[in-house]
């Protein structure tokens, strides 16, 4: 069968189980587990004989299951019926308990299929294919198939952990990362940069043996906290040949933004979870408590500030090697914000090359409201004067018109971008924006020239927006709804985040 065959004919089985209500991202997770016991007991058998070993049940609850029983493929495809659901769910609890990437796969893991018949057919599809004689490239394309459409259905929230494949493949590709070097991504969602990362290395460089074990063992580093994303991002490695089985997990479950770790990388890719505060889940005598407003007091911060995307700005830079680089999509507010924001901005520049900014359009992300740009720059050592020189802005956002279902965007929309941003020598870059035309995306303004204006203001734009003055050029009205929607999402968002203040003060 071909990846997309396979993609429908797993797909097509998610919604035979909506309609016994188990939704998209559960059918997701119950597809993971069972594609890695699977894969695991493929490996266990010739020509791969990997020894893998795997735990026994534990605290066995139904008397008919025998608690020395393995918690592997061939015991769980082996039973029918009550039996079947009762020992799929004491294996699940049982492999929750282990250390390393077969711990973090199964973190708070439960059975969301309770009917045993869609449970077998579940396995069945499963069984049906031997996944390690696929190509890496085809599992992985399934398994993207299935984060990305997981991703479309809104009502689940996935889209938040899913940045569009299409901007992280341009990203990668102006930062063109080299083997033998660490990338390291704190909020990685489902580890669509570690993927293309991964792609751009093996496309361009001939690699030896010791360059691959270490592109496979030591080059990925992230966070992300949310399990079960965590484990889609750590089925979504091993299906691309990353990681081990039964090595230790690459991906950390605390909250990058704690402290520094100490840890330095050569690259840092990312997009930080959209939502301008920070906030975390305490528990007490009242039971589950969101506590708004959490402010991360750490030396190696410029400023304390409650804005997420602020502090991630601030945890990315200490992350970096005195000669590491990184891009970073962020929103809007963290090139205006005054106070602490405009600190912020005032000391990257200072201490690190902030040389390129790409302005995106709305319609991109399945967070709505959100205006983003992608920031680039370069660590450097310290030293008395700025190191920036100059910041390019590409503007693909003055009448640029996408949405996520009839006009997505993708790699060839952003191919000028990629051309002017010049990796391969940034000193000899042209502008293209033209004074007597009126025309041209792509613009320098000299540090002084930003230093000097309100609150370091990186919000700059100079293009002029043609659906205000000409109506016969307006996008089809899904595209102008779409936006329409876009704003009202975002100034309702400005909007809660003033009353989040006042209500702070107040208290």
């Known amino acids: 069968m071909t990846d997309s065959a396979i993609i429908s004919k797993i797909w097509n089985l998610a919604n035979v189980l ?68 009762s020992f799929y769910s004491q294996l699940l609890r049982s492999l929750s308990t282990e250390k390393g990437m077969l711990g973090q796969i199964f973190t708070k893991s439960q059975n969301k299929i309770q009917d045993p018949a869609k449970l ?18 085809v599992k992985g394309k399934i398994y993207e198939g299935l984060l ?51 792609d751009w290395i093996v496309a361009n460089h001939k690699l030896n043996p010791s ?40 991906l950390s479950a605390n909250d990058a933004l704690i402290s520094d770790d100490g840890s330095r990388y050569d ?31 750490r030396q190696d911060f410029w400023e304390t500030t409650s804005n997420k995307q602020l502090n991630f700005l601030q945890h990315i830079k200490t992350q ?64 008395k004067n700025a190191h920036t020189k100059a910041v390019w802005f590409y503007d693909y956002r003055t009448n640029i018109h996408h949405t996520l279902k009839k006009k997505q965007m993708t790699m060839a929309d952003l191919s000028e971008f ?21 025309e041209g995306r792509w613009q320098k303004f000299t540090y002084e020239e930003i230093i000097a204006r309100d609150k370091t203001n990186l919000d700059i734009f100079w293009l002029k927006d043609k659906s205000l003055t000409d109506l016969d050029n307006l996008p089809d009205p899904d595209i102008l709804a779409n936006e329409i929607i876009e704003n009202i999402e975002s100034g309702l968002n400005s909007f809660r985040e003033i009353m989040e203040t006042i209500n702070g003060k107040e208290q």
């Open 267 to 297: 690259y840092v890719l990312a997009n930080p979870p959209f939502g301008k505060k920070s906030s975390m889940t305490i528990t007490n005598d009242q039971g589950e408590v969101e506590k708004e407003d959490l402010s991360y007091n």
């Open 320 to 383: 970096l090697k005195v000669t590491g680089q990184a891009a970073v999509v962020l929103p809007d507010n963290v090139l205006f914000e005054g106070g602490a924001g405009e600190e912020v901005r005032k000391q990257l520049m200072k201490t690190a090359d902030l040389h390129t900014i790409l302005r995106l359009p709305t319609g991109l992300f399945y967070a709505q409201g959100v205006k983003a740009n992608v920031l680039f720059f370069d660590n450097k050592p310290a030293s």
């Open 211 to 250: 360059d691959k074990k270490f592109l496979k063992n030591d080059t990925f580093h992230g966070n992300e906290i949310v399990a079960n994303t965590r484990r889609l991002c750590l089925m979504n490695m091993y299906l691309h040949n990353i990681g081990e089985i039964d090595g230790e997990s690459f």
């Open 18 to 85: 909506r309609d016994d209500g188990v939704g998209y991202g559960d059918y997701l997770e119950q597809i993971t587990y069972l594609l890695f016991l699977k894969m695991a007991d493929e490996l266990n058998k010739p020509p791969y004989n990997k020894c893998l070993s795997f735990p026994k049940l534990k605290d066995v609850e139904d008397k008919e299951i025998k608690g020395a029983e393995v918690c592997n493929w061939e015991n769980l495809s082996g039973k029918r019926g009550a039996e079947l659901e």
């Open 120 to 137: 077998l057919r579940v396995i069945n599809l499963i069984d049906q294919e031997e996944w390690s004689l696929m190509g890496t490239d």
């Open 418 to 438: 990629v051309k002017l941003y010049n990796p391969n020598n940034r000193n000899k870059r042209k502008e293209t924006w033209s004074e007597e035309n009126q």
């Open 148 to 198: 990305e459409r997981n991703a479309e259905d809104t009502k689940s929230g996935a889209g938040q952990y899913f940045t569009p494949r299409a901007l992280i493949r341009t990203m990668v590709a102006c930062i063109q990362p080299k083997p033998n070097k660490t990338i390291s991504d704190p909020a990685c969602g489902t580890g669509g940069f570690f993927l293309a990362a991964y």
